[in-house]
């Protein structure tokens, strides 16, 4: 199915402030605009670098410029297509703090350095 990004904007908000993270960032969008995910095995499939937060949540992780940032999204797969929401993005070190915090499995729309 075909993949809907939302809040792609908080992307290029991101992508602005921190211009070294543009063209990875640039590369992800566009791989996830072509993708075709059935079930969440596929996520896997074209990233097969990210992560799934489990809990239930429906979060999945994925490491973009060569893990310097991470991108927390939640999907969701309808009945045609597949919604992607960006829930957080940051540098890796940030990242890794939500993590020791918990914070991972809730978070949203943080846009951290």
Same mark, same amino acid.
């Given at each position: 199915m075909k993949v809907v990004l939302i809040t792609?904007?908080?992307? +290029?908000? $991101?992508a602005k402030k921190n211009s070294q993270s543009r063209i990875a960032l640039k590369n992800w969008m566009n791989k996830v605009q072509h /993708? +075709? %995910?059935n079930t969440p095995h596929s996520i896997k499939e074209?990233?097969? +670098? /990210?992560d799934f937060l489990g809990k239930g949540?429906?979060?999945?992780v994925f490491n973009i410029g060569g893990n310097q940032y991470r991108m927390i999204?939640? $999907?969701?797969f !309808?009945?045609?297509?597949v919604f992607l $929401?960006?829930? %957080?993005?940051g540098s890796h070190d940030a990242y890794?703090?939500?993590?020791?915090? !918990?914070k991972q499995y809730d978070v949203t729309i943080i846009h951290s350095k």
């Open positions: 792609s904007r908080s992307l +290029n908000i $991101y /993708a +075709n %995910w074209s990233f097969s +670098n /990210a949540t429906e979060r999945v999204c939640r $999907y969701h !309808g009945k045609f297509r $929401y960006v829930k %957080w993005i890794s703090r939500i993590c020791r915090s !918990g």
